[in-house]
């Protein structure tokens, strides 16, 4: 049984020394693009049923690829019949590239479509990559900031901490509560899931509670569309916390659409001088209305950084989770000796896009 892992522009290498061992117990052979760990130093040859191919050799003898991006159709037509493709398709993205996969006789899984169950946990790699970017958001913050994030006492005087707003109490939401309450913050937090009241005030954080909120426990830990009359509310309360906020981290995400704006132009220009954004709902619009995309603006004096990657700024650990989950998650299709795909199995049923036994 042979997995092949190919190179993409994404800086994270997909399978560590930790994970290859598992594999290697495993009897998996595991075949890697020639210089997939160059950017991080690592030298995967050397370690046990791991070798050295050509990308064209991977995809044409692999039971199982893993790649970080989509294949092309040319790529997917060299991959051998009934292999397994794992990677990010994002389907519910109108962008996403599952139309190449029609014709092609091979099976399709994308990662971002595990479910967020306790049964998945360890292979959940968007909760793995958000807990990064929560705690890289808030140290960017603090590194940005003109200001103290704790309170000083000195002789000089009493230098008051600063205060942080997060927007959206999720895994990156609630990592960087608890990382800005670590450097001495005072943190605020709002999220329209009345759930996660309790571990935002469980980290020391206040809750900012609009009342009337949708809930929807089936959205896979994503917020879901609200109505107009709690939309209107909750801009109230939002522009009347931003104004008094040193920094603003915005974490909120709708699967499919575009990130909801919960701070518009008008609560920006309320801000104080020197006050820092972090969007990391950049890549889907942004959840601030003058994100410009993945960059960083100064807008009269208040910075605001676009950025959905953070969690590469922590390249090395980021690495070794992903690689972690991908582990958790290929063994799932590993029965006798053979790669098998058990529809039984929640998480594998669940993530899969594309079979060329159901295609059209």
Excluded: W
Aim: hydrophobic share 40%; proline share 3%; charged share 25%.
């Amino acid at each position: 049984m042979e997995i092949g892992f190919l190179k993409s522009s994404d800086p994270r290498c997909p399978i560590s020394a930790t994970s290859a061992k598992k594999f290697a117990k495993l009897g998996v052979n595991m075949l890697i693009e020639t210089g997939l760990g160059e950017r991080l130093q690592l030298e995967l040859e050397s370690l046990d049923k791991v070798s050295d191919k050509t990308r064209d050799e991977i995809l044409g003898s692999s039971d199982i690829v893993y790649s970080t991006e989509p294949l092309d159709s040319s790529e997917l037509a060299k991959m051998k019949s009934d292999a397994v493709l794992v990677s990010f398709y994002a389907p519910f993205n109108a962008d996403n590239k599952i139309d190449t996969l029609n014709g092609h006789r091979i099976h399709v899984f994308s990662m971002d479509m595990i479910p967020r169950t306790t049964l998945a946990q360890s292979m959940d790699v968007l909760s793995s990559m958000a807990s990064i970017a929560g705690y890289k958001a808030v140290l960017t913050a603090a590194q940005k900031l003109p200001r103290y994030f704790p309170m000083l006492m000195t002789a000089a005087g009493t230098v008051k901490p600063a205060t942080v707003l997060i927007l959206g109490a999720g895994v990156a939401g609630l990592q960087a509560i608890a990382t800005a309450k670590r450097l001495g913050a005072k943190v605020e937090a709002f999220d329209v899931r009345k759930a996660v009241k309790e571990e935002v005030e469980g980290l020391g954080a206040k809750f900012i509670e609009v009342e009337g909120s949708t809930d929807d426990k089936a959205a896979g830990g994503y917020a879901v569309e609200q109505t107009e009359e709690y939309k209107r509310k909750q801009a109230e309360k939002i522009a009347e916390r931003v104004a008094n906020a040193d920094v603003v981290i915005t974490t909120a995400q709708l699967r499919g659409r575009p990130a909801p704006t919960l701070v518009t132009k008008e609560m920006v220009d309320k801000m104080k001088h020197g006050s820092v954004i972090i969007d990391l709902a950049a890549s889907t619009g942004g959840n601030c209305a003058l994100t410009e995309g993945e960059t960083t603006i100064d807008y009269n004096g208040i910075q605001i950084i676009g950025d959905s990657h953070l969690e590469n700024k922590a390249i090395i650990d980021a690495s070794a989770l992903l690689s972690n989950n991908i582990y958790n998650y290929t063994q799932q299709f590993f029965k006798e000796d053979s790669v098998q795909i058990d529809l039984e199995n929640e998480i594998i049923a669940k993530s899969r896009i594309y079979t060329h036994e159901t295609s059209a």
